[in-house]
Nanobody, 122 residues
């Protein structure tokens, strides 16, 4: 069982930055690939970014490439999402996810966090 708790969301103006954090409560944390999804009002949950178990590979949705950076600290059981140059269309609830298979589809995710709200004003 892996419990994930996100933090760091909030209200920011367009062009600003936020750093999301995800704390995982499991000694097996380091074997999971970790990722972030988001869900805007009236839209389906979508993939944002993922990182392999050792941080060696990173994946991003086209919409956030060059603006968002995912990282992890296995010693602290933490995953981060640095979000720069934020746009109003980035407004959504952001969810931390753990996926043993590193497939990162909605169906393949093993554990979800409760989500943290990010609102970008224009």
């Amino acid at each position: 069982q892996v419990q994930l708790v996100e933090s760091g969301g909030g209200l920011v103006q367009a062009g600003g930055s936020l750093r999301l954090s995800c704390a995982a409560s499991a000694r097996t944390f380091s074997i999971y690939s970790m990722g972030w999804f988001r869900q805007a009002p009236g839209k389906e949950r979508e993939f944002v970014a993922a990182i392999s178990w050792n941080g060696g590979r990173k994946y991003y949705a086209d919409s956030v490439k060059g603006r968002f950076t995912i990282s992890r600290d296995n010693a602290k059981n933490m995953v981060y999402l640095q979000m720069n140059s934020l746009k109003p269309e980035d407004t959504a609830i952001y969810y931390c996810a753990a996926d043993l298979e590193q497939t990162f589809t909605i169906a393949s995710v093993d554990y979800w966090g409760q989500g943290t709200q990010v609102t970008v004003s224009s």
